[in-house]
């Protein structure tokens, strides 16, 4: 089975553009999240969606936004790029069956952002 | 100060050697431990992933949690040049009301195995 699936695996824009990363989850997942790593940190927590419902959203600007298709696939959004967006955006997938199970996350290879 | 604290390496080792990796954390609310492997320009990989103190084994490793003491280790055993990697520490507070479910990483450590 194919695991979690990322695109683009490379992306670069400039300062004030606009960017849209995708997700399609493992087969059978209902939850993605996003996560942001810079280099030479550890990842972090943007947003987790749901069946389509945001579920929980971490320390970001306005300028990100996200979205879950009901093929559960998702969109990353991000307006009026700045240099300090540039990192690997990470996508995760889990099968969240129900609200009260807590369920492994599975990472997919991430699309590294550069913005110039 | 962060809530996840990890010694960012590099470590370097012998092969064979036994690897010891540690986390430190400050929020008591966590109750889900897990370790990834994370190779350059990929995603994290899922090795290990607990719930209460104390030990799990899974072949070569073995992870240790002390919520006492807030504190997480991972041990590498015949440590292997293929086990060098960053090693990433997570944790989280799953919340049953929302479903929310955010991992809060460690900074890494960076591992080298020598042959």
């Known amino acids: 089975d194919a695991g979690v699936t990322q695109s683009p695996t490379h992306l670069i824009k400039t300062r004030g553009q606009h960017v849209t990363l995708r997700c399609s989850p493992i087969?059978?997942?209902?939850?993605v999240s996003w996560y942001q790593q810079v280099l030479g940190q550890g990842p972090q927590f943007i947003f987790q969606?749901?069946?389509?419902?945001?579920?929980g959203r971490g320390n970001f600007p306005d300028r990100f936004s996200a979205r879950q298709f009901p093929n559960y696939s998702s969109e990353l959004n991000v307006n009026a790029l700045l240099l300090g967006d540039s990192a690997l955006y990470l996508c995760?997938?889990?099968?969240?069956?129900?609200?009260?199970?807590?369920?492994?996350?599975?990472f997919g290879s991430g699309t590294q952002l550069s913005v110039l | 100060q962060k809530e996840v604290e990890q010694d960012p390496g590099p470590l370097s080792v012998p092969e064979g050697a036994i690897v010891s990796l540690n986390c430190t954390y400050s929020?008591?609310?966590?109750?889900?431990f897990m370790w990834y492997r994370q190779y350059s320009r990929k995603g994290p990989e899922l090795l290990m992933y607990?719930?209460?103190?104390g030990n799990k084994e899974d072949g070569r490793f073995t992870a240790q949690v002390d919520k006492s003491s807030k504190y997480i280790s991972l041990f590498i055993r015949d440590s292997q040049p293929s086990d060098s990697a960053t090693y990433l520490c997570?944790?989280?507070?799953?919340?049953?009301?929302?479903?929310?479910?955010?991992?809060?990483f460690g900074s890494g450590t960076r591992l080298q195995v020598q042959p």
């Open positions: 995760a997938s889990s099968l969240a069956r129900d609200r009260g199970s807590n369920e492994k996350l599975f």
């Open positions: 969606y749901y069946e389509k419902e945001e579920r």
């Open positions: 929020n008591s609310a966590f109750q889900y």
């Open positions: 997570a944790m989280t507070s799953f919340a049953r009301d929302t479903g929310r479910r955010a991992l809060t």
């Open positions: 087969s059978g997942h209902k939850s």
């Open positions: 607990t719930y209460s103190s």
